[in-house]
């Protein structure tokens, strides 16, 4: 069986991640997958079954890029049984394959509407068209979540017509660590902070300003705690974020990006994690932080309820009392976090890329299987 995937927008974070992972981790068979895309898969796993086909040039914008998948990349994906497109932008009404959901901010309103008029909200609205038309003629959909597929489904009721499943993505063995004992908070000085970390994209939905606002009205209290902010920044909020940060320097550190192979390390410098975002498909820098056996002050938004489950304490990331109130109930109860944690870490077992990688192809193959049949 010949399994061709479209990963000419797979091109970073968490998706370019999903696909490495399942790759690597694809069960010796007779299955033959062909990846075609760009420079980016220039560091995939090398396997006798796997063909890597990469582009010469980056694509300019989308509209290059869709001209390119009308004419071309076509033909060049045709010469399989199934098509895989991870990204959700294929689409074809006579070619078969299954495409996949992994990005939110393309379906809710609400959030999208959170950011400033600007090229990259255009660009999502674009998006939501382009995927609805491929999730429609899909044989196929894998979404990452419920949460996701319940309200993508009632937003476009004719994708529940469409066979699909839910996968959840995996977790590297490499932040796996036992939860480590927990400390009343009077134990740590200015000196020896209790460190709270956040890791995700500085970005309208994800709310660190409102984080920074509570971890200052906590440092208020007396509480002898440090913010750690990692991750890139959207340009357009590096105005309010930088001003947020003046004079606040000495407990809140933004230490920018950091590569996804350090951040284990990070993790494990951790007394708290904190995960603020009010849109995610399924939030995987979360399912890390519980694999890293971490206290977790959560959202409440969107699937942050159905993959932490009780293994967390839960807050509103719009509302700044509401942060700093959960926070401070962790702060005090070293046996709450102690609980959560191994709670989070049991829960995190769940979670692997053999499991993912498994169940994709299993997936796609048994599709392939029926229009074979036919």
Not at 18 to 28: A, D, F, G, P, Y
Not at 130 to 141: C, R
Not at 230 to 235: M, T, V
Not at 270 to 282: I, R, V, Y
Request: proline residues 4%; charged residues 20%; hydrophobic residues 35%.
């Amino acid at each position: 069986m010949q399994i061709n995937i479209d990963a000419s927008n797979i091109k970073a974070g968490g998706g370019l991640t999903h696909l490495s992972k399942i790759i690597e981790n694809l069960e010796s068979d007779n299955t033959n997958i062909g990846v075609i895309g760009g420079g980016w898969l220039s560091n995939f796993p090398s396997k006798k079954n796997i063909t890597i086909s990469i582009f010469k040039a980056p694509f300019k914008n989308i509209f290059f890029q869709e001209f390119f998948k009308r004419t071309k990349l076509i033909h060049l994906l045709n010469k399989g049984n199934i098509i895989f497109a991870p990204g959700g932008t294929f689409y074809s009404r006579d070619t078969p394959y299954v495409s996949m959901s992994q990005n939110m901010l393309i379906f809710e309103n609400k959030e999208r509407n959170r950011f400033p008029f600007s090229f990259t909200k255009m660009r999502y609205l674009l998006l939501e068209i382009i995927q609805v038309k491929s999730l429609k003629n899909a044989k196929g959909i894998i979404y990452i979540s419920y949460y996701a597929k319940k309200y993508i489904e009632k937003k476009y009721p004719i994708l529940k017509s469409i066979n699909s499943i839910v996968i959840y993505h995996g977790i590297s063995n490499d932040f796996r660590q036992k939860p480590k004992k927990q400390y009343h908070i009077k134990k740590y000085t200015n000196d020896n902070p209790f460190i709270i970390t956040y890791v995700s994209i500085i970005n309208y939905y994800k709310h660190q300003l409102n984080v920074i606002n509570s971890i200052k009205e906590i440092r208020n209290k007396g509480y002898n705690v440090q913010l750690e902010l990692i991750g890139p920044i959207n340009n357009s909020l590096k105005n309010k974020f930088n001003k947020a940060l003046l004079g606040y320097e000495s407990f809140v550190k933004y230490r920018g990006k950091i590569p996804y192979d350090e951040i284990s390390k990070v993790y494990k410098n951790t007394d708290l994690f904190l995960f603020a975002s009010t849109c995610e498909n399924m939030p995987n820098i979360l399912v890390e932080a519980m694999s890293a056996g971490l206290p977790i002050l959560s959202s409440n938004y969107g699937p942050m309820p159905e993959i932490l489950k009780d293994a967390g304490v839960y807050m509103n990331p719009t509302d700044v009392d509401s942060i700093s109130f959960n926070l401070e109930k962790l702060l005090l109860n070293e046996k709450l976090r102690t609980k959560i944690a191994n709670k989070a870490y049991k829960y995190s077992q769940d979670f692997s890329w053999v499991k993912t990688s498994k169940e994709t192809f299993g997936f796609i193959k048994e599709l392939a299987q029926e229009i074979i049949i036919k």
